[in-house]
T-cell receptor, first 114, second 114 residues
Framework: ETGVTQTPRHLVMGMTNKKSLKCEQH?????MYWYKQSAKKPLELMFV???????ENNSVPSRFSPECPNSSHLFLHLHTLQPEDSALYLC?????????????FGPGTRLTVT | AQTVTQSQPEMSVQEAETVTLSCTYD???????LFWYKQPPSRQMILVIR??????QNATENRFSVNFQKAAKSFSLKISDSQLGDAAMYFC???????????FGKGTSLLVTP
């Protein structure tokens, strides 16, 4: 595997379920990101981790819980979601923070909350 | 706060022709980076081209070039000799030199017709 991978690619869950999204990067990067992509809206940054430490939580509801056990893996734990949380969730990584470093994106997980 | 505006929700171009996608941004920073990302139907977001604000010379990458007008806060993407594989959503993005959070526009859907 190369680049940034995400599993699952599609997920349908009920509002009372608990599920997790997984992201893995094979680029040796130190920073990882979660973005939310909703229809007709710009991508929204959710969380940023640098060297496994969370550096940003962009006012995300607590029903989204990130976890970064090491610089290569990033999880997004989901519980008691709302229908408006249905979206494409994109993971990205970069060598470091700061605009000079290109962010590489995964293919995304299409989440549907019923 | 920085905002990125893409005023063209959809654009269409014939194969082998040239098309220009518009982007404007708002910032009080003087040092920043601008990007164009492409998201094909397969959903993997990839970087097309990058521009450093301190460079006056417009960036080019093969058939892709930008027209960066710093005073006007404008950053348009020109695609020459359009190909069917260029069909995708194109996102303009901004990040300050001291930041790492990409600010995206809403995107422009590009259709390439034979």
């Amino acid at each position: 595997e190369t680049g940034v991978t995400q599993t699952p690619r599609h997920l349908v869950m009920g509002m009372t379920n608990k599920k997790s999204l997984k992201c893995e990067q094979h680029l040796g990067h130190n920073a990882m990101y979660w973005y939310k992509q909703s229809a007709k809206k710009p991508l929204e940054l959710m969380f940023v981790y640098n060297f496994k430490e969370q550096t940003e939580n962009n006012s995300v509801p607590s029903r989204f819980s990130p976890e970064c056990p090491n610089s290569s893996h990033l999880f997004l734990h989901l519980h008691t979601l709302q229908p408006e949380d249905s979206a494409l969730y994109l993971c990205a990584s970069s060598q470091g923070l700061a605009g000079v470093y290109e962010q590489y994106f995964g293919p995304g997980t299409r989440l549907t909350v019923t | 706060a920085q905002t990125v505006t893409q005023s063209q929700p959809e654009m269409s171009v014939q194969e082998a022709e040239t098309v220009t996608l518009s982007c404007t941004y708002d910032t009080s920073e003087s040092d920043y980076y601008l990007f164009w990302y492409k998201q094909p139907p397969s959903r993997q977001m990839i970087l097309v081209i990058r521009q450093e604000a301190y460079k006056q010379q417009n960036a080019t990458e093969n058939r892709f070039s930008v027209n960066f007008q710093k005073a006007a806060k404008s950053f348009s993407l020109k695609i020459s000799d359009s190909q069917l594989g260029d069909a995708a959503m194109y996102f303009c993005a901004y990040v300050s030199n001291s930041g790492y959070a990409l600010n995206f526009g809403k995107g422009t859907s590009l259709l390439v017709t034979p």
